[in-house]
């Protein structure tokens, strides 16, 4: 299991692991041990710190043996017992991987899928949170952007026909692409024509969510155990003396496909 696997990461940054389960403690010891799960799994058998925290899965009819699972999530809680940040999906198929919270709340590197690419502009670093999903996976990609000396690119929202930055993912059956996230811009003031304009510089990261579709959906697109995630990155570079002709980067990540527990 991923948390398992990422258990140390999140230690070393002060953070106990325990999960908390529906389940009977005989289920649970027994899941535990088939999975060589050795952090702490706790029983809710009815159910009442899940409603506690309302997280309540709403979405399975009370007939249904499932009924009385929360929905699926993570909370990071400090030594004071205050909930510092929370990771939940209505849907309970779909889930944050745990490699995808370190690295959007601990702006962990995504050290899987790394490829980059170099212009005379800037590099570009294109990696992701995961190198294995699963059906209903949410990872994290994240493109790392070091702008050569001098150099500027346009901020999202530049007015006046400049090109701002575009990081373009098409949607798909198998998975969705979420809006990506970008840092704070500064602005810049063009003594030549009297304009200021939001501008990143030097180096910057953007980072976008991807969630991935269920079994069915994944299917059509997996081949030999794999999928992958292809998108562009549009960008126009200035300097202090002129601007260049933009230029759009191919963009692409490949994972290792693994199905659920059934």
């Not at 058998?45 to 409603?51: A, D, K, L």
Request: glycine letters at 6%; aromatic letters at 10%; proline letters at 6%.
């Amino acid at each position: 299991m991923e948390l398992e696997q990422r258990r140390s990461d999140f230690e070393k940054r002060g953070l106990r692991v325990a999960a908390l389960m529906y389940d009977p403690v005989e289920t649970i010891r027994a899941f535990a041990e088939r999975k060589g799960i050795t952090y702490p799994l706790l029983s809710d058998p009815e159910s009442e710190v899940i409603r506690a925290f309302g997280i309540l899965n709403t979405n399975i009819p009370r007939k249904s043996k499932a009924y009385g699972i929360p929905f699926p999530g993570t909370y990071i809680i400090d030594e004071n017992g205050v909930v510092r940040a929370k990771f939940f999906e209505e849907d309970h198929r779909e889930r944050y991987t745990a490699s995808s919270i370190l690295v959007r709340y601990f702006r962990d590197d995504a050290g899987r899928a790394v490829k980059t690419v170099e212009t005379k502009h800037l590099k570009l670093t294109a990696s992701a949170s995961d190198a294995v999903v699963h059906p209903g996976s949410r990872i994290t990609l994240v493109l790392k952007v070091e702008l050569k000396p001098k150099m500027h690119v346009y901020a999202p929202g530049v007015a006046g026909g400049y090109i701002p930055v575009a990081w373009e993912i098409p949607q798909t059956g198998a998975w969705v692409a979420l809006a990506a996230g970008y840092p704070e811009s500064r602005t810049l003031h063009l003594e030549a024509i009297d304009e200021t304009l939001p501008v990143f510089e030097g180096t910057f990261r953007l980072t976008r969510d991807v969630v991935f579709g269920q079994r069915t959906e994944l299917a059509p697109v997996v081949r030999d155990g794999r999928i992958t995630v292809k998108g562009s990155f549009r960008y126009q570079a200035c300097d202090d003396k002129m601007c260049y002709p933009p230029q759009t980067l191919p963009l692409e990540w490949s994972f290792a496909v693994e199905d659920l527990e059934k």
